[in-house]
């Protein structure tokens, strides 16, 4: 089989991930392109992993008709290149969050009907992650009854990025970090989200949130508690699950990424885990999903659901996304 032609559009920190994750599958793709507005970012990246550089994505687009684009730009930029994706049938793997709002997320998915179309919530591919998807599943857990996640670190580029302009990213930390918090409580419940009640602040001198908590709560009555900051020097990436049999702990920064005990457990059952990280498993799935066609784990109508309380949040805030 022909390894897929990929490119790649936005040469920013995010990129890297992307590019590296493909490079690891080696076998199965080959990085043909890389564009940014900015030439010396697409060459830096390209000169490591190979590619034609372009100023331009959608004339890169036009130039290679590549199989597949990883669109990595700020979100205030992605409609155009997914639209020049679209009528090229080109697979478009598409960065968080989807888009500014809900509407331009509907505009995304809209425009790719028939096509291949992930949103990199790269989460659901995290290994310890989905072990606890089968601890649930599995019902050692028994009823859920509460998931708390916290992401948080001193982001040392507030103000210097666009990620703290609102009109580029649509808002800060909620629509940026949250977006992952939200798409991680839904698949672990496995339910969608009925209730949401959102607080934020700002500590530093930028114009959007940089500390935010949310309150949700699923169909089925599972309660989450959702939080994250910018500002807090000791950063923690942690989600606890409380059922009515146990309890699993995902730590991102834990050699054990998952540990779990039980009702009648001493101890703490801990796993580690000997797998590709989350990058690379997800461009893993989206390769695979080009080769057979099939609809990616994470779909528009997960990127449309995720919008959709992040909306409810800013409105429960008082504030507009």
Request: glycine share 8%; aromatic share 6%.
């Amino acid at each position: 089989m022909a390894k897929i032609r990929v490119a790649v559009i936005g040469a920013g920190g995010i990129a890297e991930a992307h590019l590296r994750a493909y490079a690891a599958r080696a076998e199965r793709c080959a990085i043909v392109g890389i564009a940014d507005v900015l030439e010396p970012a697409a060459r830096e990246k390209a000169a490591t992993y190979g590619g034609a550089v372009f100023t331009d994505g959608e004339e890169m687009l036009h130039q290679l008709q590549p199989d597949a684009v990883s669109i990595c730009t700020p979100p205030k930029y992605r409609i155009p290149y997914v639209k020049a994706a679209a009528t090229r049938g080109i697979a478009v793997l598409c960065e968080k969050p989807p888009a500014r709002t809900h509407a331009e997320t509907q505009a995304i998915v809209d425009a790719m009907r028939g096509g291949v179309l992930q949103f990199a919530f790269c989460h659901r591919f995290h290994r310890p992650l989905q072990a606890a998807q089968e601890l649930i599943r599995g019902g050692k857990l028994g009823a859920l009854a509460q998931i708390e996640n916290r992401f948080a670190f001193r982001f040392a580029r507030a103000g210097l990025s666009w990620f703290t302009e609102a009109e580029v990213a649509g808002g800060g930390i909620l629509i940026d970090t949250l977006v992952h918090s939200i798409d991680i409580f839904r698949a672990l419940t496995g339910d969608e989200i009925a209730r949401t009640q959102a607080a934020v602040s700002r500590t530093l001198p930028i114009e959007v949130e940089d500390s935010a908590s949310l309150l949700v709560q699923s169909v089925g009555g599972v309660i989450g508690s959702l939080n994250c900051s910018w500002v807090t020097p000791v950063a923690e990436s942690i989600v606890r699950i409380h059922g009515s049999e146990g309890q699993a702990v995902i730590d991102y920064n834990a050699d054990a990424g998952l540990r779990y005990r039980l009702a009648d457990d001493e101890d703490w059952t801990l796993r580690s885990f000997d797998a590709p990280d989350r990058f690379v498993a997800q461009a893993d799935h989206f390769l695979r999903c080009i080769e057979s066609g099939r609809e990616p784990l994470v779909s528009g109508a997960d990127g449309l659901a995720v919008m959709r309380v992040i909306e409810s949040a800013y409105e429960s805030a008082g504030m507009q996304s």
